[in-house]
């Protein structure tokens, strides 16, 4: 894992210091396999943990007539399920709960990843690609589940010349393969990127109030707070945009309507 | 970048599937169904109310429905029951005056009768007296032995025409 970088002096601060990895407990590798607690899967642990609490307490005791907490739960359950029933139909409830999982996780990491000190889970293009290839993965095999060999026409476009279509084939396979990357490379890219801008503009911030040029570190502390809106907005938005899109994925491995 | 460093993979790899299995498993065993639940109880209770909503109100209509038609008996049976009083009423008076009239019919004839009998007694005593009177008279004149048979005769010959005189006066 990264070694220490010159972390001394406000101008010195490393901006991509916040996406080390480095453990916490030591485990033994087990078939290949480090298993080591690390910052990273402490922060996970917290995602699934406050989550579940959440959830769970706001299940826990319902009512018909449904408390704060009841509320708060069955908004995220109907913001969900009716992002899969406009998306994919009704046969798409049976992949809710992944899909509420997915959503439900990827927006605790990434608003738990905007607490300072904290360090954010889907800014590691590993994971985020690991959540885009489980998806990818499941889409392909309900895909060919539902359709067999047929399934293999969603990558031949309708109504073209004969002459383009073995083009058109191939580029649909390769947008078809190219999906994991996109969807974690957006996620990944959103989190890294507005991370490392606070960063950047809080290191101005640190560096010309301890030069002493404190009337100066006003503009960049202001562009510091609209960018944490920013980030927050950002961070409920892409956890929104990676589960529709995995809906919009999912229905076309159920429908075909291409 | 650390995002870059392999050697972080494995740890995080390994721990996003503990974490993630374990979150999907507490989603789909403990909270979505209870949501579901919940939500689809709300949706029965909701369409239950609703239901015994209309069907109250159906039953409210039914009742001002059987309340005007149980009006109109009422005031068809009133209608009924007055027209029968006031045949009733005509009857009687009608009974009781053809009685009245039969009652004073009878009087009145029986008051001729008993007028008739005693006018003819009347007659028949003014004949015998008449013929007493032209017996004495008869005798006084000195006819003895006057036949008896011609006097009567004579006198219910004036009698006669004296009394149709007096029905004809």
Known sequence: MAGKSNAEGGAGIDPMHQFEVHPIIELPTVAGIDTSFTNASLWMVLAIGLSSLFL??????????????QLMGEMSYSFVANMVKENVGTEGMKYFPFIFSLFIFILFCN????????????????????????????VTLVGFARHGVGFLKLFVPSGIPVIL??????????????????????????????????????????????????????????LMVAFTGLELLIAGLQAYVFTILTCIYLNEAIHMDH | MPQLDPSSFGSQLFWLAICFVTLYLVMAVFVLPRITGTLAARADQMEGDLAEAEALRDKAEAALAAYEEALAQARTRALGLAQDMRADVQAETELQKSELDASLAATAKAADAR???????????????????????????????????????????????????????
């Open chain 2, 115 to 169: 007028l008739e009998a005693a006018r003819t007694k009347a007659m028949e005593g003014l004949q015998n007296a008449a013929q007493d009177i032209v017996a004495d008279v008869m005798s006084a004149v000195g006819v003895e032995q006057a036949d008896e048979k011609a006097v009567a005769k004579a006198v219910t010959q004036a009698f006669a025409s004296t009394s149709d005189t007096v029905k004809a006066g």
């Open chain 1, 56 to 69: 769970i307490a706001a299940s826990r005791r319902t009512s018909i007539v449904p408390g704060r907490l």
């Open chain 1, 165 to 222: 279509l073995p083009l058109l084939v191939v580029i649909e396979v390769i947008s078809y393969l190219t999906r994991p990357v996109s969807l974690s490379v957006r996620l990944f890219g959103n989190m890294m990127a507005g991370h490392t801008m606070l960063k950047i503009f809080g290191g101005f911030v640190v560096g010309l109030s301890s030069a002493g040029l404190i009337p100066l570190a006003i503009a960049p502390f202001a």
């Open chain 1, 111 to 138: 608003m738990l990843g905007m607490l300072p000190y904290s360090f954010t889970v889907t800014s590691h293009l590993i994971v985020t690609f690991a959540l885009a290839a489980t998806v990818f993965l499941l």
